[in-house]
């Protein structure tokens, strides 16, 4: 009972008594176990600065000297979950020799339709293509109206037809002569009411389901009909390319899903639809389209699926019902991994969320008995999910132990190093894959080359641990592995040169890995930044007796003299290989170099650099291949950068179209990134080149919506287009005094500082007023409104999130950092900044307090306390510098200042409030002068603020807020 209750509470990973050969090796299972727990606990606490030696004594010592018994054999379970796979082969193998007077049907076949095209599809297809309306959508829709089969997703396209022709949405004169007539119509509701066993209102409700205008309302249409609705109806929903993306409608059909299982699957007679193949079906699409839209709602699913694991399977089964839940529970556990291919690009999501949604079935596991066992997929996933982790204070501590040179042994600090057992050093991933062998699964090579990229070399030798993304369906071999398992491009090379086994030579993917280690920029001399943090070189370490000479020799050689070396291998780049080469090429001919040799091996490379645009092949080329391309094109800066902007543009839409992928905001990122450089460059005015951007963001919105990273390129592109006129506006000041001498509208950049400038007059006030009401479309404050009407989009999604979420498991700070809106010190910096540039002090203090307020939380402000140090993204100081360089003057000076400081104070957040000589000095590090020169018209905006006030002053007074320049002029 002990051992059972210490697990409940510390959730760790569960094992089967009978997987133990002998008392010792249990004995041993249990440390590693215990050493995984004391790991997997402190990745999102803080750390107590105490670590545990071998020999001291904790309270799992009478836990272990109790887990000790006598050897006993494996328990039949565990043979049958292993031999589960070969049995299910053998009796496919076997059905085929079986007499073929008795043939064994498991069941029918799916009915199909023929396309024109002559190729045969299955129901569901017609019925989707048909909701879809795609370009090509007129040959389905007449097969459909000609078919007479009496099924249901035949039946319900055939009524979305009708209704589409009685409201004159096609011109479907001929398609209405081909459909069934409403007699016919009515026979086949008879018929499929009694087959289907469903009521005619029933039948016509699944067609006003699907007959919405979009996937959301659909899945809304769902909701109001409850669990009432088949299951080919949901599937439609979530299908791989539907369009959901309302946060709250995803959750409440994670709520439905959370009562009703997979809805009215269940038929009397048959068994507990928990495992009808329906369950994993849908659980998947639903998971998938979580990780694609909101992946931190995956932690709801994970709840909702273990809530009815437990309610609906009963325990106390046969040992077949046993070896079936462990089946369903492994799979649970691997869709609850992280996939590369799912996850939104540019976008941050802490695999703390993932690691809860797999604690949460390890917990329920946990109330079966026996409890249910994990299968060697299932510790696959939970170690893809711990590779992606942050280092916690454990890991950390180790990776400061390695020494400079190569292998990175480990170098005791202090007395408890001495002492510490060398599991303990060992990284979580590493642990878990020895319980997974203690458990009796073998590793495989994926599995070797996981460890290696997580600290550890087969032969026990430690390397860099690195931070992966696993689930990206690319195999990376040992040898990959050790080269990418550095931390620096010398280290890497070493590994290059050492063959795995003799005669072995390296592959593209060795020289793909070489080639990013070549091309990674070097760590800053002030980051505090561990080896395997980041994807950046550390300085090589040199040994103190290595001459100069020898020093030389060992170099590693430049990107031109490997990519020579691999040619006369006779390797030809590609894949992941061909996309390092292009992304990080210097200029597009080199680009081009290296994909007219890649076009050798694939034929459709060549489509991204013909003159005529091939929709058909440039859909064949990987999509990575694809961005790095658009991204190399939209960044050229020469007399034809307009030219290459176009081509991207017409590539871009070629290969995407109005498909919504993950990777659309990358690719049009990209190109709203090369639409920012000056107007004269592009050969457009400059209101042309706001609506091009404003465009470009809003095909971005359409798509897969706009990013945390499009928004901060937004921000960037606003900048540089007020950067540009800074000098003439500067000038103009110079020449006239205050802003009153020419009118707003000759310098469209005046017209951001109109308000500001003429806050006491109020004829010009409420001049500015109206212009701030309706700005016209072109304008920089055109641009400006979108981005703050972004910034509130950001906001009210977050908060649909927030009132959904069920992460209270996830640490604050985790919690806060995998946010939606702009709450991160990145994110932050960036608004701010252009809010000071654009004229917006009033936003510009409001969102100061929305930080202050959206970081003070209690627990949130707790944790900060505690660290040493404040992570990058929680750290305001640079806002905080721009706040008071660029909105305090403007907005009363000491007063505004005071109130910002007492409301920091008040909420207990360890943030530093910036001096002027801070102030100052963050200034003067600024990349570009263009914040002096903001800084500067502002300063003479106040001057002529103060010259109107004065003038409406009898007496000649001052206003109040004795607020002196105290930034200067």
Known sequence: MFCRAAWMVSGRLPLAPGL?????????????????????????????GTRISADQSTGWAQFLQAASPSSASPAPTVTALRDHGSREKQNHLSMKKKSKRNPVVCKNPRPTLQHPNGREYNHMRFLTTILERGKNCEPWEIVVARSRDASLPIFMAQLILHKRAAKGTIAGDHLLELLPSESAMEQTIEYLSKKRKLGKDAIRSYAHILSAKDDDERCQRLLEYGDQVPIHVLAFILRPTSALRDTSTLRDLIELYKLKGTLSLNKPGTCPYVWSPYYFKISSLLAEHLARSEPRLLVNLAGAVSSHLKDYVEPGSSQKMYVRRCQLFNKMLHIFQPQASLLPKQSLVANTYFWECQRILLTMSETFEPPLQVTGEGFRAIRNTLAGMPKNEAEKHSALLHAPSWPPYLTPGDGMDEITDPEANWSRTVEAGMLMQEAGFAKFEADDSLDILTGMAPNGTPTIQQRTLAGSHRSISTWEASIRATRDAYEAWGRFNDAPSKGAVPGVSEYAAMFEKLMLREVGPTSKLLPGDKAQNFPAYRAANLADIEWAKSQPPSVEELYNQMRQADIIPSGHCLFILVANAPDLGTAHRYLELAAELDPDIASLMAPEINRSALRRVGMGLFSAYISMLARRDDSSGWENLQRAIALTEARLGDKSTRWASLIWG????????????????????????????????????????????????????????????????????????TSWSELPLRGLYDAAGYSGDSTRSA??????????????????????????????RERSYQMAARDNYISPLDRMLSRNDVVRSEHALEYMTTLGYAGEYKEMRKLLLFLIREWGQPELVQDLVALDELPASADFSEVLCVFRLLGEQMLGG?????????????????????????????????????????????????ASKRGSQGKTISGGGRDGDGDGDWLGG
């Open 767 to 796: 001049k500015a007023h109206d212009q701030q009401a309706s700005p016209r479309p072109g304008t920089l404050k055109f641009f400006v409104e979108y981005i703050k009407d972004v910034f509130g989009r950001f906001e009210r």
């Open 670 to 741: 990209s190109i709203l990134k090369g639409a920012s450089r000056h107007h004269s460059a592009l050969q457009m005015s400059q209101s042309d080149q706001v609506e091009l951007i404003m465009a470009i963001a809003k095909r971005i919105d359409r798509g897969h919506g706009l990013t945390l990273a499009n928004f901060a390129e937004l921000n960037r592109s606003l900048r540089k287009l007020i950067r540009y006129d800074l000098r003439a506006l500067m000038d103009d000041l110079q020449r006239s005094e205050g802003l009153a001498s």
């Open 894 to 942: 000491a007063r505004v200042a005071e109130e910002m400081q007492d409301a920091v104070a008040a909420s207990g957040l360890p943030w530093t409030w910036p001096d002027a000589r801070e102030v100052q000095g963050y200034m003067q590090m600024g990349r570009h002068d263009s914040i002096r020169q903001v800084q500067g018209v502002l300063a003479r905006v106040r």
């Open 20 to 48: 133990m050969q002998c008392g010792r090796s249990r004995a041993r299972i249990l440390r590693i176990e215990y050493l995984l727990e004391r790991h997997i606990t402190t990745s999102n606490r803080l750390y107590d």
